[in-house]
């Protein structure tokens, strides 16, 4: 019998091992499998899945290096109790009090984790389109960037690129290579640029080559990319950032006020 061209198109042609991977990655993030649970057995997954033993391994290794689940060959592997973090992207928009980190910093804190941020890049580029698109630059305009990655208890976990109109920033702190107290937002509302209004685009994405070295990406798994645009007074966009983080690890939560 003829298999349908749809139905063929429809087969999952990963190896066998990254399927089991995926499938226990699923039950994994979605709490079917909390932290501190052990995996099904070897003979369990093998007989599930119609697997040889060293396929299983192969799954299994895949989730260690992924760091979301812990153990050795020949004992339980459990699922490790650092798993997803749920990210508030409403909680960073606001500036910071005077005198207070940088709120991704003081958020962090919140969770128990140790929050800190390290500049790779200040320099004045030609945006990638979408971000000069969201600027609204002139064909071939350039912005000044600002990159940086975020690490929570010395880990990388963000990969931070922010542009700024050059005409905003230039004489300002934004186009020195060092941490602005409070964060940037803290400074623009200072400069007269209040942010009033932040619209974030989410997809999930390949890695880059430069996103899978700078965040120590354990394998092909897709990174968060957020584009955001933050606007002034006036609808003016003052800021337009791409944030890329560890999609296996993280999830964004935003909260809407009914209508």
């Known amino acids: 019998m003829t298999v349908p061209k749809a139905e063929q198109d429809a087969v999952d042609r990963r190896s ?13 993030m979605s709490g079917d499998l909390p932290p501190g649970a052990k995996l099904p057995s070897t003979a369990q997954l093998k007989e599930r ?8 391994q192969k799954a ?7 760091g979301l689940a812990v153990g050795r ?15 508030r992207p409403a909680s960073y928009m606001a500036p910071a009090a005077p005198g207070e980190p940088y709120r991704w910093i003081s958020e962090a804190a919140t969770h128990q984790a140790r929050g800190s941020s390290r500049i790779l890049d200040v320099t004045e580029i030609r945006p990638p389109a979408d971000v ?20 929570l208890d010395d880990e990388p976990v963000e990969l931070v690129k ?3 109109p ?9 186009m020195d290579r060092r941490k602005i107290k409070g964060g940037t937002p803290a400074l623009l509302a200072e400069l007269g640029y209040p942010p009033r209004l932040s619209v974030d685009k989410v997809s999930a994405r390949v890695p880059t080559q430069e996103q899978y070295t700078v965040l120590g990406l354990p394998g092909n798994l897709p990174v968060l990319r957020t584009l955001r645009v933050v606007y002034s007074d006036g609808d003016r966009p003052i800021e337009a950032t791409v944030m890329a983080k560890a999609g296996h690890l993280y999830e964004l939560q935003y909260e809407f006020a009914a209508s």
Do not use: C, W
């Open 166 to 174: 050059l005409e905003l920033a230039r004489g300002t702190a934004i």
């Open 73 to 87: 060959a020949g004992a339980a592997v459990t699922v490790r109790e650092h798993r997803q973090r749920t990210m």
């Open 132 to 151: 000069a698109g969201a600027l609204r630059l002139p064909e071939g305009g350039t912005a000044l960037l600002r990159a940086q990655v975020l690490l």
């Open 60 to 66: 299994l290794q895949l989730l260690k290096d992924e």
């Open 16 to 28: 066998l091992h990254e399927r089991i991977a995926a499938d226990l990655r699923d039950e994994i």
């Open 49 to 56: 899945f119609t697997a040889s033993n060293a396929t299983v």
């Open 162 to 164: 922010s542009y700024y």
